[in-house]
Every structure is written in C-alpha cells, then in structure tokens.
C-alpha cells in the first residue's frame, strides 16, 4: 500500500505562485508515475500533469501548460506542483495520485489540499 499526503496549498491572490508537496509513503518502489489533479467547485475532477517516477517525463494539461511544473525528488520520495501566474480559476482543491502501471486510472490517492486564488 502507498500513502500520499499533500501539503501547501492555501489562499494567494491572481498572479501569485505556490507550490504544493506530495510525500509518499510505503511501498512506493512500485510506483511509476504520479500525478496532479483537481476539483474546482462545482466541477468535475480534473488531470493537470503527470510524471513518469523514473524518467522524470512529464505531461500537463493545455490549462497549465508554461504555468505549472511537476517535478520529483527521488530520494525524499516526494511529488512537486511549483504553479506560477495563479488564475482564480485554478481554485480548486488540488489531489495527488501515484500508480504502479503506465496507463489507466491511478490506484493511490491523497487527501487534497485546497488552493485558493482570489482575483
């Protein structure tokens, strides 16, 4: 079993940058890629960016796409969101996810962390 905890969200205002943490515990050997997604109010869950653990290859919504990077450290075993020129439409709470297969849906969630953009 994998454990994901996210962390660093919060309320900021439009233009502004935060960069939320995802630590993974457990068996995380077995892990291949992760990945961001979110929950705008009233909206339905949404991908943002994935990584592959091992290549570091990564992907982003065309929403995100030049204003958030995913990054990893390996060895603390931690996911990254660096989201810069924060929009108020990225309000959202913000879930990270882990899965030990290269496709399909993931099977390790967190509990989400809110982020807040005022405008």
């Known amino acids: 079993q994998v454990r994901l905890v996210e962390s660093g969200g919060g309320l900021v205002q439009a233009g502004d940058s935060l960069r939320l943490s995802c630590a993974a515990s457990?068996?995380?050997?077995?892990?291949?890629?992760m990945g961001w997604f979110r929950q705008g109010p009233g909206k339905e869950r949404e991908f943002v960016a994935t990584i592959v653990w091992g290549s570091g290859t990564t992907s982003y919504a065309d929403s995100v796409k030049g204003r958030f990077i995913i990054s990893r450290d390996i060895v603390k075993n931690t996911l990254y969101l660096q989201m810069n020129s924060l929009k108020a439409d990225d309000t959202a709470v913000y879930y990270c996810?882990?899965?030990?297969?290269?496709?399909?849906?993931?099977?390790?969630w967190g509990q989400g962390t809110q982020v807040t953009v005022s405008s």
């Open positions: 996810a882990g899965d030990p297969r290269p496709y399909g849906s993931y099977d390790y």
């Open positions: 457990g068996r995380t050997s077995g892990i291949y890629r």
